[in-house]
């Protein structure tokens, strides 16, 4: 079983809370390859952010950014949200890389929040409004 899909499985009573909603991501082929999370949900100044995973071999690969897309969409138009706030962890190119490419702006520096490996590092705080978002499909 793929780590994504444990996860899921075994906090499935997460899904059905307000504040985190969980979905398992899957290729044309039916295949669970990762995991993704609507969470922090906060209805009355319509915020919130998105985790996710995508087990190793299907990353990079593009299923992460269309996964995103997706709930991102679903985050502003039906649930009628207007910010997705979210932090990659400094040296995270990859995943500050498809934040940009969603739209998404560098809105500042967590600094030394995170010990990994004997040092500390930053979060990279980014942020997309359902206006930019709506905007950023336009132009794509």
Same mark, same amino acid.
């Given at each position: 079983?793929s780590g994504?899909k @444990?996860f899921? &499985?075994? +906090?499935?009573d997460?899904?059905?809370t307000?504040?985190?909603k969980m979905?398992?991501?899957? $290729?044309?082929?039916g295949e669970?390859?990762g995991g993704? $999370?609507l969470?922090?949900?906060d209805e009355?100044n !319509?915020?919130?952010?998105i985790g #996710?995973?995508?087990d @190793?071999?299907?990353? !990079?690969?593009?299923?992460?950014t269309r996964a995103? @897309? #997706?709930?991102l969409?679903y985050a502003?138009?039906?649930?009628r949200?207007? @910010?997705? +706030?979210?932090?990659?962890? &400094?040296? +995270? ?7 940009k ?5 560098? %809105?500042?520096i967590?600094?030394?929040?995170v010990? #990994?490996?004997g040092?500390?590092?930053?979060? #990279?705080l980014? !942020? ?6 709506? %905007?950023k499909?336009?132009?794509d």
């Open positions: 079983m994504a @444990k899921t &499985e075994e +906090n499935a997460f899904s059905s307000n504040r985190r979905f398992t991501i899957e $290729n044309l082929n669970s390859i993704i $999370n969470n922090s949900i009355r !319509g915020t919130f952010s #996710i995973v995508i @190793k071999q299907y990353r !990079g690969k593009g299923y992460g995103m @897309k #997706i709930l969409k502003f138009f039906e649930r949200l207007n @910010k997705f +706030n979210d932090y990659v962890l &400094e040296g +995270n190119e990859v995943s500050a890389k498809m934040m490419k969603l739209g998404c702006v560098q %809105e500042g967590r600094r030394q929040v010990y #990994i490996n040092q500390y590092l930053d979060f #990279i980014f !942020g997309l409004t359902k206006d930019e978002f709506i %905007e499909q336009k132009v």
